[in-house]
């Protein structure tokens, strides 16, 4: 099976890598003094039930510990959910993040998928949405289970915000989508990974409106905030404590390890490396975004610690701006895996202003190659 994501950096030399969006600032260190001080008991056997850190996820959320669940990296939980429950209809968005339909085909899941517009920016129309979700009811594609006397077994994931586009579904929508699927028995994900990267975190975050929609499962990870990609940490919130149930009896007991939990209670602490992190993704946002625009790049009003951009040169459709920089050794994220998108899309990682201006760099100089190469030119630049 081909690599389906960012971060590929084993199989090629990659010298700047821009195509998994983790936190340029690195793992903070007391994280890494933990992992140290955790590495010592690694002849013991985890906790299965992450009680430290579940705990402390319980007082930095406001949540029971019993809405709490940890896994190997939200991907992890992702299959988890998706198992438990085996619905037999999916809805994803597209373009959207692909481990929702790697899971939901593992299920033998029927899928189906709601098109963002490139016109509209590829912005989420919550009432258009609710509105596919309508016709679907009750059609020959779901009468097929109901005619077997029992509702069918239905799943929507949202990625908030929304991989590879980077815009954020604001409150106000989720609370009519997820009344909607309450009233539906829709099972309603929605994945936050990156929403700590955003502005409007705090106020676009819904989980504490779980108690009123219990029907709704909340996923996070310490992976991207917290520089922790090689640890794999993960959890997920929800108040139906029937689903967490069926979770605990399908999940590997001893999915998480010591050296993650302990990675992760650490993490918890370390205010003053979010309040840097902050500074530095917005800013460094800004410079992306505008230092595209003014590459002649179409770019998409991200709101995350990654931006979407389309090559909009004839021929860009072949991809040939990442074989340009991956001879380069700069590796981006193709996104012409991601449904509805082709190879002119990419999407790059918010780094700090120098390595942002190392990417803006190599960018004009490949679409200036392009350019040379279209006009019977060759470009001064060596490839080595």
């Known amino acids: ?61 406001q949540l029971p510990k019993t809405a709490i669940l940890c896994g190997n990296g939200a991907a992890d939980l ?6 438990a429950e085996r619905p037999q209809i999916g809805w994803l968005l597209a373009p959207g993040f692909l481990e929702y339909e790697q899971a939901l085909n593992a299920a033998d899941a029927d899928i189906r998928f709601f098109f963002l ?30 005619s077997k006397g029992k ?42 990974c990156f929403l700590d990267f955003c502005e409007t975190c705090n106020t676009d975050s819904f989980i504490q409106n779980l108690q009123e929609f219990p029907h709704v499962v909340v996923l996070k990870a310490f992976t991207k905030r917290y520089g922790m990609a090689g640890i794999r940490l993960g959890y997920c919130l929800t108040m139906d404590y029937d689903l967490l149930e069926r979770m605990e009896e399908i999940r590997q007991p001893w999915s998480v390890s010591n050296l993650a939990q302990a990675a ?8 003053a490396y979010l309040n840097q992190t902050d500074w530095v993704i917005g800013e460094g946002r800004k410079q992306l975004t505008e ?46 895996n991601f449904k ?27 679409l200036e190659e392009g350019k040379g190469r279209r006009n019977g030119t060759v470009s001064d630049y060596s490839c080595g």
């Open 1 to 61: 099976m081909e690599y389906q994501h960012g971060g590929d950096i084993y199989s090629q030399e990659i010298l700047w890598d821009f195509s998994a969006n983790i936190n340029p600032l690195g793992t903070p260190q007391g994280v890494r003094k933990a992992i140290c001080q955790a590495a010592k008991n690694c002849d013991r056997y985890p906790d299965s039930k992450c009680r430290g850190l579940v705990t402390k996820l319980s007082s930095f959320h």
């Open 78 to 83: 992702i299959f988890q959910i998706v198992f």
């Open 117 to 146: 517009q490139r016109e509209k920016g590829f912005r989420l129309d919550c009432d258009k949405l609710i509105e596919k979700l309508s016709m679907e009811r009750g059609n020959a594609y779901e009468s097929k289970y109901g």
């Open 151 to 192: 509702c069918p077994n239905k799943i929507l994931f949202l990625c908030n915000p929304n991989n590879p586009t980077g815009l954020v579904i604001k409150k106000g929508d989720l609370t009519k989508l997820a009344a909607y699927t309450k009233k539906t028995n829709i099972r309603l994900v929605i994945d936050e």
């Open 264 to 271: 992760g209670e650490a993490a918890l602490e370390e205010q």
């Open 291 to 336: 230092g595209l625009k003014e590459l002649g790049l179409w770019v998409c009003d991200s709101e995350a610690n990654y931006v979407l951009f389309q090559d909009l040169r004839d021929g860009a459709k072949d991809g040939n701006l990442y074989v340009m920089c991956r001879q380069r050794k700069l590796l981006l994220r193709s996104c012409k």
């Open 340 to 366: 509805g998108m082709d190879g002119s899309y990419y999407r790059v990682c918010v780094k700090t202003e120098e390595e942002n201006k190392v990417l803006l760099h190599m960018l004009k100089e490949c």
